[in-house]
């Protein structure tokens, strides 16, 4: 069974880091990260694929890092100089097909999130 579990969150103060983590059941040629804040819609945050092409939503670039360790089969997010807009609940997903997009549509699994709370 195709299973994604992340862990990670936490509450952090302004300007503070964070990395979140994603065990992954299966073989996934691409994964990534989404978020979601109360009353807006989810959004794509980083993505990287088998080769390690990465791809990241302009308002993290220069602070957050997608790296995917192999042997583990895990995802992770580095996540630096924290703002209180990154507050939300960060979803991993992942895809049995290549990809190199940013939107929700294009990945078939997803895990049941992690929180993500950033105090100013």
């Known amino acids: 069974q195709v299973q994604l579990v992340e862990s990670g969150g936490g509450s952090v103060q302004a300007g503070g880091s964070l990395r979140l983590s994603c065990t992954a059941s299966g073989y996934f040629h691409y994964m990534g990260w989404f978020r979601q804040a109360p009353g807006k819609e989810r959004e794509g945050v980083a993505a990287?694929?088998?080769?390690?092409?990465?791809t990241y939503a302009d308002s993290v670039k220069g602070r957050f890092t997608i790296s995917l360790d192999g042997a583990k089969n895990t995802l992770y997010l580095q996540m630096n100089s924290l703002i209180p807009e990154d507050a939300a609940m960060y979803y991993c997903?992942?895809?049995?097909?290549?990809?190199?997009?940013?939107?929700?549509?294009?990945?078939?699994?997803w895990g049941q999130g992690t929180q993500v709370i950033v105090s100013s």
């Open positions: 997903a992942a895809d049995s097909r290549p990809g190199r997009s940013l939107k929700s549509r294009d990945f078939g699994y």
């Open positions: 990287i694929s088998r080769l390690r092409t990465t």
